[in-house]
């Protein structure tokens, strides 16, 4: 995937704060083509001239129509909160659509378009699409923010469930380091007269097996074990 | 998984946009347990009294400490743009880790902890953690909008690249439908005096390949047919 083959494209984009949470979002995930389409302009000027306003912010193409926005992509995909049955269109769910758009990214631009915060795209807008993108929403109340639409929609270019499972680098304590906490508990609770230690049997090993519960890591077994004996020299200093 | 089991903790969150936001997200992913710790309490009244406030931000809990917010949760889970190399947690990168949340959330309680906007999580917040998740952002600009994260966390959890792609209901055209937009094409041009059309012989054949080539849908058909056929009528009608 190229990234700078995608333009996100902001149709009618009214508020400055969603025209800069776009950006930002592209910005994290690395996409640096932001085209706005008639947008309010003291939106714009605002959204640019804002603390921390990004690169991307600033790189961004202003267009007087979609038709001008899109001209240079070979795939065109509307944004939409609206369900199947109101559409002409062919409808893809995120997972689904991002992809095919990833795919394209290969080897062709592609522009994804979303609508103004309040009316989304228009039936002109998305007659410039070859599919629709809908975020699996509630139905009850399917309409996203826009600056969330947009961050959602880049996060599932970028992400990859087959990325590898980071092997997590603390280890498991080993049976020796479990069997000497077992040992340095049992020693505690002699030394603080715990009752149930003469009457039952099988305590020693409930104790034992309530410490392999726990899943003590390698490096965290030397630090148990110093309380505890800090507890006994403690409790056997009083007698 | 059970989504009232999720608990969202924002702490010391500054910016009433952001609170609302998070709010919204959760609406519209079908996740309603929101609680805020030490919020500023101007911004929390303020996000709760705004236009278009959702009942998840209405009915989001307010508690002084993160220890009283994750009280019921048996899986505390913190967010973070810091690298690995700065941390005393295991991270997981969100992909990994959603799947790990959404097990648990099958049987208990999860906060997934969320820092402020400024400073994120601090140390004695991230203690409180079990691990902590981290999306995968660009290094050189990590830190993600507070309503962004958010979403994309949730969107995660919700989303299903195993869900079931919809059959497009949209069939192409048969090709005895192609044959008689290729004929009326070519009808069209004789009748327009195309000049290739006598010198070339595989001119015809190239003329049904660039049909065949367009994908045309079956309901489109007869929609181009009776448009090449009115040029046709008209081109005929002037000789």
């Not at 000027?45 to 070979?74: F, H, M, N, P, W």
């Amino acid at each position: 995937m190229e990234f700078d083959r995608l333009r996100v494209v902001l149709v009618d984009a009214r508020n400055p704060l969603n025209i800069g949470a776009a950006a930002r979002a592209m910005s994290n995930f690395g996409f640096r083509r932001l085209r706005v389409v008639n947008p309010y302009d003291v939106a714009f000027q605002d959204a640019r001239s804002a603390v921390g306003a990004t690169s991307v912010l600033a790189a961004a193409e202003k267009y007087k129509t979609v038709t001008e926005a899109i001209a240079d992509c070979s795939l065109v995909v509307g944004t939409t909160s609206v369900g199947p049955r109101d559409l002409q269109h062919s409808l893809k769910r995120l997972e689904h659509g991002a992809r095919l758009i990833r795919k394209h990214l290969s080897s062709g631009n592609c522009a994804l378009l979303f609508g103004s915060e309040k009316f989304g795209l228009s039936n002109e807008d998305m007659s410039h699409c070859h599919w629709l993108l809908n975020i699996p929403t509630r139905e009850e109340h399917a309409s996203m923010n826009l600056g969330q639409a947009v961050a959602i929609c880049l996060y599932e270019f970028i992400c990859d469930p087959r990325a590898p499972v980071k092997p997590d680098k603390r280890t498991l304590a080993s049976s020796a380091e479990l069997e000497r906490i077992t040992e340095t508990l049992l020693q505690a609770l002699r030394a603080s007269e715990y009752p149930k230690l003469n009457t039952s049997v099988s305590f020693h090993s409930a104790v034992r097996r309530v410490i392999r519960r726990l899943r003590v890591q390698s490096g965290d077994a030397e630090f148990l074990l110093g309380m505890l004996r800090q507890m006994v020299w403690k409790m056997e200093q009083k007698k």
